[in-house]
Nanobody, 124 residues
């Protein structure tokens, strides 16, 4: 599976952005999908996860502001980011687990398919 993330940019605090991630494989809908981010000088961290049944999980730092969604017919997963803060500045990555692994994980090492990152910069 190849993943392609897009939608990053430079915005001001309080603004919104929507990230998109398209998968090359039409069976992507069976995969656990996630968004991770890497803030400057920090390690990769989990942001949100969508299970195959559309159950969603969020990191506490983004809960209530970010929404993960998926469109299996379009082989796509999205991250709607509202009320952005300067501390959300990071490179954002979409990732997928192997289709046989269906449970939640926040560990980057549990995801085998990764898209290129997209930069999100939030100015104060």
């Amino acid at each position: 599976v190849q993943l392609q993330a897009s939608g990053g940019g430079l915005v001001q605090a309080g603004d919104s952005l929507r990230l998109s991630c398209e998968a090359s494989e039409r069976t992507f809908g069976r995969s656990v999908m996630a968004w991770f981010r890497q803030r400057p000088g920090q390690e990769l961290e989990y942001v949100a996860v969508s299970l195959r049944d559309d159950t969603k999980y969020y990191a506490s730092s983004v809960k209530g502001r970010f929404t993960i969604s998926r469109d299996n017919a379009k082989n796509a997963v999205f991250l709607q980011m509202d009320s952005l803060k300067p501390e959300d500045t990071a490179v954002y990555y979409c990732a997928a687990r192997r289709k046989t692994l269906t449970i939640f994980s926040a560990l980057p090492g549990d995801y085998v398919y990764w898209g290129r990152g997209t930069q999100v910069t939030v100015s104060s």
